[in-house]
């Protein structure tokens, strides 16, 4: 059964896989187990904030090195603590803001008459709500000028991507 | 009644929040690897969790720091529970022996 371990996220099995492999390895085989874990897996996937703090090896006396705490806090395992209110304001931000730059994009499609420079950039509402919405999510606790330079720099290089496309497009 | 933050965090841990008391029951009186776990667990409760709710369980608890993990025994890894989690586990049981309270006393009188 701990075939089953592979459905975890890479991240999620570095950390917990050895022991979850062998609690699995000590209890019997069985449909609920097998549902279980099934489940736990998909968990995983829907909740990564949950390993992603790096977690430090502890020495013999319990003790964390300094040097991983620090990791902790500066590395790709920061981890908000991100409330029901911050996922509820981060869905209505992108779902308005999809809404609101979607309507956008299609009066300026209907004035260009498809313009190519335009229609390259269909996706950028939805990418945009998203970036957005990531105040309350990834970027929460982060200071405002970070959140800004974060997201502005993100909506900036897809600009030049999409407009890249656009100009591609006109060429051909 | 008025919840407290560290109340309410096992309140947004949505279906492992009863897993992860029992968990805290269970690390209260000493450290203990998963398996170790499932079977204290089951002696109290009655209640045999399965892998992926324990390791579901586990991981809420060690990201908000109730637990933390100790030296590896080979596969194995034992938790014990924090100061926080502590103080977490007594919130809760304060809180649940309040509302069974009131529940035998109107049992009584109705």
């Excluded at chain 1, 931000?93 to 313009?115: E, K, N």
């Excluded at chain 1, 309350?136 to 800004?148: C, F, I, M, V």
Aim: glycine residues 8%; aromatic residues 8%.
């Amino acid at each position: 059964m701990t075939v089953l371990l592979k459905l975890y996220p890479p991240s999620w099995r570095r950390r917990y896989g050895e022991e979850l492999g062998a609690l699995i390895d000590a209890q019997p085989v069985s449909i609920g187990n097998t549902i279980d874990v099934i489940s736990g897996a998909i968990d995983a996937w829907i909740h990564p904030q949950l390993i992603a703090i790096i977690q430090p090896a502890t020495t013999a006396k319990g003790e964390k090195p300094m040097s991983a705490e620090n990791l902790r806090f500066r590395c790709a395992g920061y981890q908000p603590h991100i409330t029901r209110t911050d996922q509820r304001k981060s869905a209505a931000t992108m779902l308005i803001a999809t809404v609101v730059l979607s309507l956008g994009w299609m009066w300026l499609h209907v004035r260009t008459h498809g313009a190519p420079y335009v229609d390259a950039f269909s996706l950028m509402p939805f990418l945009a709500g998203w970036l957005l919405s990531m105040r309350y999510t990834y970027l929460k606790e982060r200071s405002g000028p970070a959140q800004a330079i974060f997201m502005a720099g993100s909506i900036g290089i897809l600009t030049l991507l999409f407009g890249l496309a656009g100009w591609i497009t006109s060429r051909i | 009644m008025k919840k407290t933050d560290i109340d309410r965090e096992l309140d947004e841990f949505g279906r492992f929040s009863e897993p992860a008391l029992l968990i805290l029951i269970s690390l209260v009186e000493g450290p203990k690897h998963g398996y170790a776990m499932t079977e204290d667990i089951a002696g109290i409760a009655d209640l045999r969790l399965g892998p992926g709710t324990l390791y579901g369980a586990i991981a809420r608890l060690e990201s908000r720091g109730l637990i933390e993990p100790m030296s590896a025994e080979d596969r194995r890894n034992p938790y014990r529970i924090t100061a926080l989690g502590e103080q977490a586990l007594r919130i809760r049981l304060t809180a649940i022996l309040n509302v069974a309270r009131i529940g035998q006393r109107r049992l009584a009188t109705a």
